[in-house]
């Protein structure tokens, strides 16, 4: 599974897309690439959230159906953080 492009219909009112650099704030480090993201602000959460949009990459499913599992790392600080599976339209 690897960070994927955020087409525009996929940032929603009042989000932005933001380009975030690893911890030492390389936009070419070539151990942790930049990744894309949507950016807003929930009223409810007073802080900015970041999302993420991740694509299987060849033999991801085959290892999730088979009871593999989905890793999520952080590099520099850990936030809180969700993970949500949508379908193919964003659902």
């Given at each position: 599974m690897r960070p994927a492009p955020i087409p525009d219909d996929a940032v929603w009112p009042g989000a932005r897309r933001v380009v975030l650099a690893a911890p030492n704030g390389d936009l070419t480090d070539p151990d942790i690439a930049p990744v894309e993201m949507v950016a807003d602000c929930?009223?409810?959460?007073?802080?900015?959230?970041?999302?993420?949009?991740?694509?299987?990459?060849?033999?991801?499913?085959?290892?999730?159906?088979?009871?593999?599992?989905?890793?999520?790392?952080?590099?520099?600080?850990v936030p809180p953080f969700c993970v949500d599976v949508t379908d193919k339209d964003g659902q």
């Open positions: 929930p009223p409810s959460l007073g802080a900015v959230r970041y999302s993420a949009r991740c694509m299987l990459e060849p033999g991801d499913l085959e290892k999730l159906v088979d009871g593999g599992h989905v890793w999520v790392s952080f590099y520099g600080r």
